[in-house]
């Protein structure tokens, strides 16, 4: 008898691609990841090469964005002011070096002063929206540390098949 012999069934295709399994990328592929080192990069260097040029005077002349209004209730000089917020953005910087997840919004919060003291007087609005675009960038590095800013990084999870 023709028929009789036995026929391997093969499950639909549904089937088939429920055991087979996707793995993520490793975590250094991920695009997610990456965009978080190089704000993580990004967030440390500037701030403390800025702060550092409250100094220095080599990039430009930091004392003509202190807003007038701001400097007249200053009980001290707009430089000695700058030559403060130097020091405040370098430890800003090394802030997000060590602890991101802070940093990031510290450093969001401090460009946001720094964005409010560039609308006060006229001729600064373009780097006041340059420096809100950095903002935006340093809240969103705050974010992203929360899933990777860890010191330790996370062992990947394996989904289980159901």
Known sequence: MPDTH?????????EASRDV?????????RPAYQAYRVLHA????APILAGADKFFHLMTNWDMYLATPVAKVLPFSAHTFMLIAGVI????????????RIGGFVV??????????????????DIALRDFGLAL???SLGLLA????????RKERVAKPD
């Open 42 to 45: 990004g967030f440390t260097v």
């Open 108 to 125: 969001a919060a401090w460009l946001m002063g720094i964005v409010l003291n560039l609308l006060l007087p006229p001729g600064y609005y």
């Open 6 to 14: 036995l026929v391997e069934r093969r499950p639909p295709k549904s």
């Open 21 to 29: 399994r996707t793995e993520h990328p490793p975590l250094t592929r």
């Open 137 to 139: 960038g340093a809240l």
């Open 146 to 153: 929360r899933e990777f800013g860890s010191p330790f990084p």
């Open 89 to 100: 953005e370098i430890a800003a910087g090394i802030l997000v070096a060590i602890l991101p």
